[in-house]
């Protein structure tokens, strides 16, 4: 497996990886309570994992798993959203990726890490059987 050695905590003020989404908290994507839905912010993250998990495999990807799901801060309605994405490890057909979210929020520090979480995806064939990863990852 390749494997990168990039630590990052809830307290960094840098994003790990490059960003891969970008969209804007809306009031549909509310739970009860006003806040946006945690369910919403993980698709995001999802989709932006995708985009990038296509990038590496140069072709069709599923999510396998999410592991280590973690809500640091609440994200509000008119948060824009970004999603950043590294990749830990790429394995025979699958790659592990670390995601997090971060808000660009009004009258607030430049950015504020809200979530993070590590993302499997597995590459797949027009069949939807996996097929192999390309190892050289020098030009995502």
Same mark, same amino acid.
């Given at each position: 497996?390749?494997?990168?050695?990039?630590?990052?905590?809830?307290?960094?003020?840098?994003?790990?990886?490059?960003?891969?989404? $970008?969209?804007?908290?809306?009031? %549909?994507?509310?739970?009860? %309570?006003?806040?946006?839905?945690?369910? /919403?912010?993980?698709?995001?993250?999802?989709?932006?994992?995708?985009?990038?998990?296509?990038?590496? @495999?140069?072709?069709?990807?599923?999510?396998? %798993?999410?592991?280590?799901?973690?809500?640091?801060? +609440?994200?509000?309605?008119?948060?824009?959203?970004?999603?950043?994405?590294?990749?830990?490890? *790429?394995?025979?057909?699958?790659?592990?990726?670390?995601?997090? @979210? /971060?808000?660009?929020?009004?009258?607030?520090?430049?950015? *504020?890490?809200?979530?993070? =979480?590590?993302?499997?995806?597995? =590459? *797949?064939?027009?069949?939807?059987? +996996? $097929?192999?990863?390309?190892?050289?990852?020098? %030009?995502?």
């Amino acid at each position: 497996m390749v494997e990168k050695n990039e630590t990052a905590n809830a307290d960094s003020t840098m994003p790990r990886g490059d960003m891969c989404t $970008r969209t804007l908290a809306m009031p %549909s994507d509310t739970n009860p %309570s006003g806040d946006i839905f945690g369910g /919403w912010l993980m698709s995001q993250m999802d989709i932006a994992g995708g985009v990038l998990a296509s990038q590496i @495999a140069e072709g069709r990807v599923a999510t396998v %798993s999410v592991d280590g799901m973690t809500f640091h801060r +609440p994200v509000y309605v008119g948060d824009v959203v970004c999603v950043y994405g590294d990749i830990d490890r *790429i394995g025979t057909t699958s790659m592990v990726l670390h995601l997090e @979210a /971060w808000v660009l929020r009004r009258n607030q520090p430049p950015r *504020i890490k809200v979530t993070e =979480a590590t993302f499997t995806f597995v =590459a *797949i064939d027009a069949n939807g059987r +996996p $097929r192999p990863v390309r190892k050289d990852e020098a %030009s995502v």
